[in-house]
């Protein structure tokens, strides 16, 4: 059976975790479409924590008799990685967008000092007066 003192300490770890995050979309410092995963993980660590009987019926199917909680644990790092993943796949598209959008810039200060020097030599042609 998980020890009492176990489930406190993760409830009140996964409250903090869910209140946090919160927080941060508050604050505008946390877009909301990239919260639901820390959300999720929060909300399932919570149910986990307080349904202790859950919690040892899940670790009974996952074959860990000696340490429930370590079902916790297992838990947490698994939406963690899924977080990592997610940030990952939108890192990567946004280093593309970055490349594509040098490659604009360049192409644009080229036909702009292109412009400019046609503009130069037609003023410099044109005779004063």
Known sequence: ???????IAAAIGSALLILIVLELIR???LKERYALLWLATGVVLLVLSVWR???NTIAAW??????PPA????????FVIAVLLHYSTVLSRLTDDNVLL???VA??????DALEQAADREATARPAG
Do not use: D, H
């Open 53 to 55: 009987g859950g919690l």
């Open 71 to 78: 079902i916790l644990f297992a838990a947490a790092i698994m």
């Open 62 to 67: 996952l074959g860990v008799s000696g340490y």
């Open 27 to 29: 604050g505008r410092r």
């Open 102 to 104: 040098a490659q604009e």
């Open 107 to 112: 192409l644009l200060r080229a036909r702009l």
């Open 1 to 7: 059976m998980t020890p009492v003192r176990i489930s």
